[in-house]
């Protein structure tokens, strides 16, 4: 979704010419993978890195806290899976999904002739369901390849090996949802496609059916519309249905993506989805790959799981090591006991007689005198 508005200038740059068409989206999906793959992890809510202060300057006018730009997510992603085919996560059904995109919307263009009619107003409006009639049908043919790419992107969250391959995902959506599973948010795909595309025609056509091309000096394609940025102002217009769309295909998929706290609140359907989104504030989520600012009120930061360090093993062997050898404890010493010195035998001390008492004075004045003692 990031490269759309690239996708459909190289389209329109093609003229009417089909093959040239086809052969521009699948070059354009090669070039510009990496950069899809970046803008749905992080339409999820998935920020590995930690925002940083800016000063204010050019590029961060008011200063704040800014999340890395889509090269450092890269080099991240690239790091942690140990390679850069991670960046091309999900190619081989996105390129399905556009083939199948464009070759349903010639064979709808060629079997609806243009209107032949000369009321503009006739024309206009045969136009715009001619291309929207055109753009539904690509939607509910492409879409079930849409969720396959990406839930495959999503699973790089958990590591989850079930959506690894292209088999073994179309494996487990049947298996675990059925065919409904392959049309998980396909609603606000198709409304966000069909009513971008139609504001898109009906602007092309007022554009040329007025002559504004030559009244404003402006050049023509070759297809003879406008070069007015109408497929910017397309993007523009849909982005909120399409962050939906994305939220959605992986939504209740028993992944890792779903413990986030940016999907907390958007399972229920693609209604409660959006408006979680637009209460949040993160409706544009995604959508400034460069110079992205955290809010103060957004709390979709997800820190870094803590890196494995290589040396588990030698450590866990040491400590085995240390553990089994045999620890020799020191016998305790034997405590020697002082001899006590024998306690001296004091002598008995002779026992003195009572002496009575007698008293001569039975008024009690007298002094009392010890009794004479027999011999």
């Not at 070059?27 to 992080?42: D, E, M, R, S, W």
């Not at 079997?111 to 939607?139: D, F, M, N, W, Y």
């Not at 297809?223 to 007015?228: I, P």
């Not at 769309?245 to 939504?251: E, F, S």
Request: aromatic content about 6%; hydrophobic content about 40%.
């Amino acid at each position: 979704m990031v490269d759309g508005d690239i996708g459909r200038m190289l389209r329109s740059e093609a003229g009417n010419n089909p093959t040239v068409k086809m052969l521009g989206s699948l070059a354009q999906v090669l070039i510009f993978n990496p950069f899809h793959t970046v803008t749905v992890l992080l339409q999820v809510g998935y920020e590995p890195l930690p925002p940083t202060y800016r000063k204010p300057s050019i590029f961060f006018f008011s200063g704040g806290f800014y999340y890395p730009n889509i090269f450092k997510y890269m080099k991240y992603l690239t790091d942690k899976e140990g390679s850069r085919l991670v960046l091309y996560r999900g190619l081989t059904p996105r390129l399905g999904g556009v083939f199948i995109t464009n070759s349903v919307r010639s064979e709808v263009l060629a079997a609806v002739p243009a209107s032949t009619s000369k009321c503009p107003p006739e024309q206009i409006a045969h136009e715009v369901g001619r291309q929207c009639a055109a753009t539904a049908l690509a939607v509910i043919t492409s879409h079930p390849l849409l969720v396959v790419t990406n839930r495959m992107i999503v699973s790089l969250i958990g590591g989850e090996e079930k959506y690894s391959t292209v088999i073994s995902a179309i494996s487990t959506i049947f298996g675990e949802e059925g065919l409904l599973g392959f049309y998980a948010g396909i609603v606000p795909h198709l409304l966000g496609e069909v009513s971008g595309k139609a504001i898109e025609v009906l602007i092309q056509e007022i554009v040329e059916k007025a002559e504004l091309n030559k009244k404003l000096g402006l050049p023509a394609h070759a297809d003879g519309k406008t070069s007015l940025p109408v497929s910017a102002i397309h993007g523009f217009l849909s982005y909120p249905l399409q962050l939906t769309t994305t939220i959605m295909t992986v939504n209740n998929c028993g992944l890792a993506v779903s413990d986030l706290p940016t999907v907390q609140g958007t399972q229920s359907s693609w209604i409660a989805c959006i408006k979680a989104l637009w209460n949040s504030g993160n409706i544009k989520r995604g959508s400034n790959l460069m110079f992205a600012r955290k809010s103060a009120d957004q709390t979709w930061h997800t820190p870094p799981s803590p890196p494995t360090s290589p040396d588990v093993e030698p450590l866990a062997e040491e400590v085995a090591a240390v553990v089994e050898s045999p620890v020799e404890v020191p016998a305790a010493p034997t405590a020697t006991v002082a001899e006590v010195p024998e306690i001296p035998v004091v002598p008995e001390v002779p026992v003195v007689p009572e002496v009575s008492v007698v008293s001569e004075c039975p008024d009690g004045k007298c002094e009392l005198k010890p009794a004479a003692t027999s011999e």
